[in-house]
C-alpha cells in the first residue's frame, strides 16, 4: 500500500497546503534516548521546493527537535487527512534550525507570519516522501485554531519570554544542547 518518492510531486503537495495540522518527529542517537513526536498548527508550514520544507516553531516547554537536529539531522513530518479522501503522507529528511539573526533569517522568516513567541525556524532538505492509505484514521472536524500560545505569550512579555527559553529551551530531556544553547 505504501508508496515512495524521491521528492514531493504536486499532488502531494497540495495535501499538504490543505491540512491543518501536522506532526514532526526526531530523536537522539543515544537508543536509550527520547523520541519526540509533537503536533503542530497556526498554519506554520511551507513548501519551499519539491525537496525543501520549513516551518515556523514557537516558544514551547520543550526544544527537542532543535537538539535532535543539531546532533543528528533526523527528522520527519507526518500529515494525516482527517476529512475527505484517507491519505498518510510523511517526508523525510535532514533539518536545521534557522535562529534570528542568523544570515538566512531575514528572507526565510518573510515566508511566515512571525508570532512574538516565534523561537526558530526548523527546515529540512527532504530526501524521500511516502504516502500510505490512512485507512484507520478518523474524520474530525476543523473548528478553528487555539489562541492560548498568543495569550501565553502577550502575558510573558519579550522579556518573559526569553527568561523561560533560557530555563526551558536550551537543553533536551536527555541533555542534549539546542541551536538557542549556541546563541
Not at 514532526?24 to 521546493?49: C, E, Q, T, W, Y
Not at 519539491?50 to 515556523?56: E, L, P, R
Not at 546532533?71 to 475527505?84: K, P, V
Amino acid at each position: 500500500m505504501g508508496k515512495f518518492f524521491t521528492n514531493m510531486l504536486d499532488h502531494h503537495k497540495a495535501f499538504i497546503e490543505k491540512q491543518k495540522m501536522f506532526f514532526v518527529a526526531s530523536a537522539p542517537l543515544n537508543p536509550g534516548g527520547h523520541v519526540n513526536l509533537s503536533p503542530k498548527g497556526m498554519d506554520s508550514f511551507r513548501i519551499f521546493s519539491a525537496n525543501k520544507v520549513a516551518y515556523m516553531d514557537i516558544t514551547g516547554s520543550g526544544n527537542e527537535t532543535s537538539a535532535h537536529i543539531l546532533e543528528n539531522g533526523r527528522i520527519t513530518f507526518m500529515f494525516c487527512a482527517f476529512d475527505g479522501p484517507p491519505l498518510i503522507l510523511r517526508l523525510y529528511g535532514k533539518g536545521y534550525a534557522v535562529l534570528p539573526g542568523d544570515a538566512d533569517w531575514p528572507e526565510l522568516s518573510s515566508h511566515f507570519t512571525l508570532m512574538m513567541s516565534t523561537r526558530q525556524i526548523i527546515v529540512a532538505d527532504i530526501d524521500m516522501v511516502q504516502t500510505s492509505c490512512g485507512f484507520g484514521v478518523p474524520y474530525y472536524e476543523y473548528l478553528g485554531e487555539r489562541d492560548q500560545a498568543y495569550k501565553w505569550a502577550a502575558n510573558k512579555g519579550l522579556d518573559g519570554l526569553e527568561t523561560y527559553k533560557a530555563e526551558k529551551n536550551l537543553v533536551s530531556l536527555d541533555g542534549l544542547p539546542t541551536a538557542l544553547a549556541k546563541v
